[in-house]
């Protein structure tokens, strides 16, 4: 009954919304839903932090390999979720100290590191071993440099700038057609691919959410 | 071991070295490049700028502080703009930190253009349930955010009164760094509901939301940095965004002639190969 439950429930409560989506005189229940699943959702924050203190309580017990760096983040997080609750998330409280100095620098140093490792990533990888793969490095280099001043800058400099627009070229050639195609293409594939595996889910085929590796 | 061995195996450290460089100048010594602006972001500045007197734009503030450097010059232009056009806004956040982010660049601007709280600007902070969230708002945004960031009942603040629904707002902006973000806002918003949605985005996210863009789904776009660097550009203010211009136009340069020298070595090498054979 542990999985014929839940599996019972979401098979109900997806047709539910399917149905209801197509019949406005119930759309009150489609209302219902949605407010069981926000509350859900909130509670899905607190199961987060729970399962993040299991795992990484787990990793120090067994003293796992870097177990030092999951102490460091059980101390974060009690650090902060404490703070916030008993001294409030406002302007001047701990808090916002943690946020505005602990993890606001972090947070942006970790996101800055990419610049570093795509320049080294590209370097070594980005070769022009084949007709595709240097029509990918050509346009590359256009949006890439087109991207920022420097570039219109190089382009105006050519003498047939004036009749083809580099601007023209990255939005209305580049991103307008081919990326626009490409990404549609993905978009349409990957949908196809969700109602798939929606039907799967409804009829009890897929499984997988369940957990339990069934 | 050859010179050609000696580059291609090249000490990344060198790499991040060069980058660095490429960075710092440019901040330290501006180079002051023309910026040249694009559609996608003039029609958002147009359609900003055709607003009456007194329009609400709701603003979604879906980022955290990894993507704060490229996303908070594109909030703080919107904002701007709305202040000196004397629009209201309404804010909200679908990613947790998105409440502080959303606190950040408001605070200061309502100081700056002294802008009431609660009559000219409203912050409604974070809920959960990204796009069934978005569905349920719209049948009254109240009922969803009962409470604004402070725990103040929205139905104290005078705002709220005149904002009921997307209906109520002439412009949805979603500041967005991922999911949910503004695919959603297209897909429910914009799509299901019939609102104009903007969206700003990360450099990286916008080659997927120009399909939306061509289709008419989206009314703008401003991608990264460069995209925020061109609403400032047309609200006459020098935000961060422009100042970051020089730094981004110099590394992405730098990043353009490595790849061009591991080209040539690529090839040079395979030729020499070929000869020895």
């Known amino acids: 009954m542990r999985r014929e439950i839940p599996m019972a429930i979401t098979t109900l409560t997806g047709l539910i919304m399917i149905i209801v989506f197509f019949v406005p005189r119930w759309e009150d229940w489609s209302d219902i839903f949605l407010k069981w699943f926000t509350v859900i959702a909130g509670f899905a924050l607190v199961l987060g932090a729970g399962s993040l203190l299991l795992v990484n309580l787990n990793k120090i017990s067994r003293k796992a390999s870097g177990w030092g760096y999951n102490v460091v983040l059980i101390i974060g997080l009690l650090a902060t979720a404490g703070s916030g609750i008993i001294q409030g998330i406002g302007p001047g409280t701990m808090f916002d100290f943690i946020f505005v100095y602990f993890f606001t620098p972090l947070s942006a140093t970790m996101f800055s590191l990419l610049a570093f490792y795509i320049a080294s990533a590209a370097f070594r990888a980005f070769k022009a071993k084949s007709l595709e793969a240097g029509l990918l490095l050509v346009t590359a280099f256009i949006v890439m440099l087109g991207r920022v001043p420097i570039g219109e800058m190089m382009w105006n400099a050519l003498p047939f700038a004036q009749s083809i627009p580099l601007t023209e070229i990255i939005e209305k050639w580049i991103m307008g057609c081919f990326n626009t195609a490409g990404q549609r293409a993905i978009m349409l594939g990957a949908s196809i691919g969700i109602i798939s595996v929606s039907l799967k889910i409804l009829l009890g085929i897929e499984r997988s959410y369940l957990g339990g590796g069934d | ?277």
């Open chain 2, 1 to 277: 071991m050859t010179v050609f061995d000696k580059i291609k195996n090249l000490d990344r450290r060198w790499i991040f070295l060069f980058i660095l460089i490429s960075v710092i100048i440019p901040l330290l010594i501006p180079l002051n490049l023309k910026l040249n602006t694009s559609k996608p972001v003039e029609d958002i500045y147009s359609y900003m700028n055709s607003l009456p007197e007194g329009s609400v734009i709701l603003m979604s503030f879906d980022y955290s502080p990894s993507t704060e450097i490229e996303l908070n010059p594109a909030a703080i232009a919107i904002v701007r703009h709305a202040f000196q056009k004397k629009l209201k806004v309404v804010a909200l956040a679908l990613w947790p930190m998105g409440a502080s982010m959303s606190q950040n660049v408001l605070t200061p601007l309502a100081k700056e253009y002294n802008k009431e709280y609660g009559k000219d600007y409203v912050n409604l902070g974070y809920k959960a349930g990204g796009s069934v969230l978005l569905i349920s708002m719209n049948n009254g945004f109240a009922t969803e955010f009962p409470t604004d960031i402070n725990g103040t009942a929205v139905t104290d603040l005078p705002l709220m009164n005149q904002v009921k629904d997307y209906k109520s707002c002439a412009l949805v902006v979603s500041l967005s760094a991922g999911v949910p973000g503004m695919k959603e806002y297209v897909q429910i918003v914009a799509t299901r509901f019939g609102s104009k949605v903007a969206a700003a985005c990360t450099a990286v996210s916008a080659p997927e939301m120009y399909t939306f863009l061509n289709s008419g789904q989206l009314l703008g776009l401003m991608g990264g940095l460069k995209g925020a660097a061109e609403y400032e550009k047309m609200i006459d203010y020098n935000g961060d965004a422009r100042k970051g211009m020089d730094a981004q136009s110099v590394v992405h340069l730098v990043i353009v002639l490595f790849i061009l020298f591991s080209n040539v070595v690529y090839f040079v090498d395979e030729y020499r190969k070929k000869t020895a054979e």
